[in-house]
């Protein structure tokens, strides 16, 4: 179904992980540490990264951060550190799941399957706002006839706030909606990545509009 890369050093865990993903119909590529990861992406395409934090000549944060300047692919991170600020960090260099150790390989691939749905709508039709058009069908998004790179989830939320301008959503729903019910993280990561996305929108942030106190909304002038 889908080419996944498995990027860990102990060699039991990235046989149990890359067991479970072949029994869920996927192909699995693996590397043992960041470099050979890197090396990896930059010559064979992945639909999805399945990235271990503490590894030896280059750590997960670093290889996210790096993977994704090459695009848009889900990244899971796995690792055995569970703090709340080492998630966050993982959010911002552009993970969209984090799974702590211990795991339930089913549960991994569970997630695994969500994000790979959610990497492929089925609608086509470009949708247009100020000088921001998204692709859906090639998710991709152009900023004034310019292609940027957004990370899986900054995406999904520009789609989502532009497939409904003017609604507001609170954070909840923003975390229910894009991250999914077992999301294991707060809210705070919703702020994180609505403040990137800005950032990468420029001056067409301001379609994306906070209400103290309510959440967004994403506001299109008449």
Not at 84 to 101: I, N
Request: with cysteine.
């Amino acid at each position: 179904m889908a080419n996944i890369l498995i990027v860990e050093d102990e060699q039991a865990m990235q046989d149990i992980i890359a067991d479970y993903m072949g029994k869920g119909g996927h192909t699995c590529v693996t590397a043992g540490d960041g470099i050979d990861a890197l090396m990896l992406l930059k010559n064979t395409p992945m639909d999805l990264m399945i990235l271990d934090v503490m590894m030896p000549h280059l750590d997960g944060f670093s290889v996210c951060r790096l993977a994704r300047e090459m695009g848009n692919m889900p990244i899971i991170m796995v690792t055995a550190r569970g703090g709340e600020e080492d998630k966050l960090r993982g959010y911002d260099y552009g993970a969209d799941d984090y799974v702590t150790k211990p795991f339930s390989p089913r549960v991994l691939l569970a997630k695994v399957n969500a994000l790979l749905r959610r990497a492929s709508p089925a609608c086509a039709g470009a949708i247009t706002a100020g000088k921001i058009t998204l692709q859906p069908g090639a998710r991709k998004v152009w900023l004034d006839g310019r292609e940027i790179t957004l990370t899986h989830k900054e995406y999904e939320l520009l789609a989502f706030f532009m497939a409904n301008p003017g609604q507001v959503f609170s954070r909840e729903q923003l975390l229910n909606r894009i991250w999914g019910y077992d999301f294991e993280g707060t809210t705070r990561t919703v702020d994180t990545h609505i403040k990137t996305l800005r950032q990468k929108l420029g001056e067409e942030g301001q379609h994306i509009v906070t209400l103290i106190r309510s959440g967004y909304k994403f506001e299109v002038a008449e």
